[in-house]
């Protein structure tokens, strides 16, 4: 075969005698085989190599170039390393000199090559879609495993739920047939017999309230205790909490410090008989825990924001009822132990106070359950202080008080429709992801965006989305109600958008590429959801579902900025450093 750049050009004899007989159009010079390939080949995304019987490179296309890490000039000859002894696809794995390793697509073809026999080799790039299958597998292991774990944490609530109503029932009638002996219906008692039922009398209302304890954290624990979410006053609350703690503070030798005046239209936003049960518990443990002589104070607090936690919602305004003694205070190992089931921060057999050790737990909870939380500050020797945060009741909530309280059934409705959408979102993830990905890479805000891989610009957010989709069918089969698979689900959903901020600080995003990112994510992802439902019938529940998944786009977008913000701090401190 003549070389392609031989001295005399393919065709010109026959130009030439085209030319004599008259103006004629003019044609391409005629081409080799490998001419033809080469043109073809350049121009594909996928590498093409060529192979030769012995296993060396004859060519490499650009693509190639690029999934090996090489030159042309450095394929060519080498060993090509992979067998080709079968024209069905395969995977290999390239190893690339200082970069990770690339999954390919191997398919080969017999050919000939510069007249001797070879094959013709594509490779196609799938390492983003392995790296995606990936985390689907790990996903779908992780769902397994959270229902796995929902389901013994429902069989042991529902046995600690049952157990405590059977025996808060024989309780409550030794209690009362303890106290119509007191009352002499029986006959008269001496002292001493008096003295024998008063003390049967109280070790069973001490034990009814450990089992009351136990009852409450299953009820929590199976998703089955409710709170209601409506303006309360913060001084009926402080009031009858004061009532029931004078006495303990009393008997113990301590002083009260109380608000001296609190105005009747403070509100909040929540349970009242839960909150006076969080209350009650904060103060009974502030008097159990400080020694005679000391000081248990009450303060409420308005205007104030709380410390930034995961469990809190957005609220424009919060007010917070604060506990502080001068106590024997906690260890910094057991701050967070003691929120805890059955902890105490003073263990072993001799420790001075008795209890469960439920009753932080439940207070904690309860006030979660109110879109609040319950947080500690503690110096070993030096007191504690307990904040019980809720949100302040304002005009719109007073407004909207019998939305947030609507009954089970309303509920039930509300949620109806969630599991289909939830499935649908979950079959759509894919596309969802290419069409968020081509809009980043023509956004005018994100210049630097269409250099980068697409697994870079698709971070995170199948894992998101996937939870999402998780967390709509977990709605609607709990009817709405809050149970622990949607608190994992929610704690999940923040780590991926805290990560997801992380790595977008790394490639330089700045907030306002975030803010618009999750934009696009918002809207491909309504638009994905709408796409599968067009019955108008179901519009309403569709309206309802987007509703609930661009509220949790919106907290896990929340969630990204701070971690961006704060990873773009750090940076600036170590340059600062250095």
């Given at each position: 075969m003549e070389p392609r750049n031989s001295d005399v050009p393919v065709g010109r004899a026959v130009s030439a005698d085209l030319t004599a007989r008259g103006p004629v159009e003019r044609r391409a010079p005629r081409r080799s085989p490998e001419d033809t390939v080469r043109q073809i080949v350049e121009c594909l995304a996928d590498g093409v190599v060529i192979v030769s019987e012995e296993g060396e490179i004859r060519f490499a296309n650009p693509a190639a170039e690029q999934l090996f890490g090489r030159t042309t000039t450095e394929l060519i000859g080498e060993a090509f390393g992979f067998p080709l002894t079968s024209d069905d696809p395969a995977e290999i794995e390239i190893v690339r000199r200082g970069d990770g390793p690339v999954v390919c697509e191997l398919r080969s073809v017999a050919t000939t090559w510069e007249e001797t026999p070879a094959r013709l080799v594509s490779l196609r790039d799938i390492t983003d879609r392995k790296e995606s299958e990936r985390k689907s597998r790990q996903l779908e292991h992780e769902k397994a495993a959270r229902l796995h774990a929902e389901e013994a944490n429902t069989a042991k609530s529902d046995f600690l739920a049952v157990m405590s109503h059977e025996l808060r029932t024989p309780l409550n009638a030794v209690i009362g047939y303890a106290e119509l002996l007191d009352l002499g219906v029986a006959g008269t008692l001496s002292p001493e017999q008096r003295q024998q039922v008063g003390r049967i009398v109280a070790s069973s209302r001490h034990l009814l309230g450990l089992v009351s304890e136990i009852l409450d954290l299953a009820k929590v624990d199976a998703g089955r205790l409710s709170v209601e979410r409506v303006p309360t006053s913060v001084a009926e609350i402080v009031d009858a909490a004061i009532v029931l703690a004078q006495p303990q503070a009393e008997a113990r030798g301590l002083t009260l410090v109380v608000p001296s005046h609190l105005p009747r239209d403070v509100q909040f936003t929540g349970d009242r008989e839960r909150t006076l049960q969080i209350l009650v518990n904060l103060l009974s443990n502030a008097v159990k825990f400080t020694e005679p002589g000391g000081t248990?104070?009450?303060?409420?607090?308005?205007?104030?924001?709380?410390?930034?936690?995961?469990?809190?919602?957005?609220?424009?305004?919060?007010?917070?009822?604060?506990?502080?003694?001068?106590?024997?205070?906690?260890?910094?190992?057991?701050?967070?132990?003691?929120?805890?089931?059955?902890?105490?921060?003073?263990?072993?057999?001799?420790?001075?106070?008795?209890?469960?050790?439920?009753?932080?737990?439940?207070?904690?909870?309860?006030?979660?359950?109110?879109?609040?939380?319950?947080?500690?500050?503690?110096?070993?020797?030096?007191?504690?202080?307990?904040?019980?945060?809720?949100?302040?009741?304002?005009?719109?909530?007073?407004?909207?008080?019998?939305?947030?309280?609507?009954?089970?059934?309303?509920l039930s409705a509300r949620t109806h429709g969630l599991r289909a959408v939830g499935d649908a979102l979950m079959h759509e993830i894919e596309h969802i992801i290419d069409a968020f990905v081509a809009r980043v890479r023509r956004e005018p805000s994100m210049p630097a965006a269409s250099k980068l891989k697409y697994s870079q610009l698709a971070d995170h957010v199948g894992a998101m989305l996937a939870d999402i989709a998780s967390a709509l069918v977990t709605l609607e089969d709990s009817d709405g109600a809050p149970t622990m698979l949607l608190s994992d689900a929610a704690d999940l959903q923040r780590f991926i958008a805290d990560r997801h901020g992380v790595q977008r600080a790394r490639l330089g995003w700045t907030p306002e590429a975030l803010a618009r990112q999750h934009v696009v994510l918002k809207e491909e992802t309504e638009r994905a959801i709408r796409r599968r439902f067009t019955d108008a019938a179901f519009s309403a529940q569709v309206d309802e579902a987007v509703r609930v998944v661009d509220r949790y786009l919106e907290q896990g977008a929340e969630t990204s900025r701070r971690a961006l913000e704060r990873e773009q701090q750090r940076a600036t401190t170590r340059r600062a450093e250095e």
């Amino acid at each position: 075969m003549e070389p392609r750049n031989s001295d005399v050009p393919v065709g010109r004899a026959v130009s030439a005698d085209l030319t004599a007989r008259g103006p004629v159009e003019r044609r391409a010079p005629r081409r080799s085989p490998e001419d033809t390939v080469r043109q073809i080949v350049e121009c594909l995304a996928d590498g093409v190599v060529i192979v030769s019987e012995e296993g060396e490179i004859r060519f490499a296309n650009p693509a190639a170039e690029q999934l090996f890490g090489r030159t042309t000039t450095e394929l060519i000859g080498e060993a090509f390393g992979f067998p080709l002894t079968s024209d069905d696809p395969a995977e290999i794995e390239i190893v690339r000199r200082g970069d990770g390793p690339v999954v390919c697509e191997l398919r080969s073809v017999a050919t000939t090559w510069e007249e001797t026999p070879a094959r013709l080799v594509s490779l196609r790039d799938i390492t983003d879609r392995k790296e995606s299958e990936r985390k689907s597998r790990q996903l779908e292991h992780e769902k397994a495993a959270r229902l796995h774990a929902e389901e013994a944490n429902t069989a042991k609530s529902d046995f600690l739920a049952v157990m405590s109503h059977e025996l808060r029932t024989p309780l409550n009638a030794v209690i009362g047939y303890a106290e119509l002996l007191d009352l002499g219906v029986a006959g008269t008692l001496s002292p001493e017999q008096r003295q024998q039922v008063g003390r049967i009398v109280a070790s069973s209302r001490h034990l009814l309230g450990l089992v009351s304890e136990i009852l409450d954290l299953a009820k929590v624990d199976a998703g089955r205790l409710s709170v209601e979410r409506v303006p309360t006053s913060v001084a009926e609350i402080v009031d009858a909490a004061i009532v029931l703690a004078q006495p303990q503070a009393e008997a113990r030798g301590l002083t009260l410090v109380v608000p001296s005046h609190l105005p009747r239209d403070v509100q909040f936003t929540g349970d009242r008989e839960r909150t006076l049960q969080i209350l009650v518990n904060l103060l009974s443990n502030a008097v159990k825990f400080t020694e005679p002589g000391g000081t248990v104070r009450l303060d409420v607090v308005q205007g104030e924001q709380p410390p930034d936690s995961k469990h809190l919602i957005a609220a424009p305004h919060w007010m917070a009822l604060r506990v502080t003694d001068t106590g024997i205070g906690i260890h910094p190992d057991n701050i967070e132990r003691i929120f805890s089931p059955f902890v105490q921060g003073d263990r072993g057999h001799t420790r001075r106070t008795d209890g469960t050790g439920l009753g932080l737990t439940i207070s904690r909870r309860l006030a979660r359950l109110m879109h609040g939380d319950v947080v500690v500050e503690s110096v070993l020797g030096n007191g504690s202080t307990f904040t019980l945060w809720l949100p302040a009741a304002d005009e719109q909530r007073v407004e909207g008080a019998q939305a947030d309280a609507e009954p089970t059934s309303a509920l039930s409705a509300r949620t109806h429709g969630l599991r289909a959408v939830g499935d649908a979102l979950m079959h759509e993830i894919e596309h969802i992801i290419d069409a968020f990905v081509a809009r980043v890479r023509r956004e005018p805000s994100m210049p630097a965006a269409s250099k980068l891989k697409y697994s870079q610009l698709a971070d995170h957010v199948g894992a998101m989305l996937a939870d999402i989709a998780s967390a709509l069918v977990t709605l609607e089969d709990s009817d709405g109600a809050p149970t622990m698979l949607l608190s994992d689900a929610a704690d999940l959903q923040r780590f991926i958008a805290d990560r997801h901020g992380v790595q977008r600080a790394r490639l330089g995003w700045t907030p306002e590429a975030l803010a618009r990112q999750h934009v696009v994510l918002k809207e491909e992802t309504e638009r994905a959801i709408r796409r599968r439902f067009t019955d108008a019938a179901f519009s309403a529940q569709v309206d309802e579902a987007v509703r609930v998944v661009d509220r949790y786009l919106e907290q896990g977008a929340e969630t990204s900025r701070r971690a961006l913000e704060r990873e773009q701090q750090r940076a600036t401190t170590r340059r600062a450093e250095e």
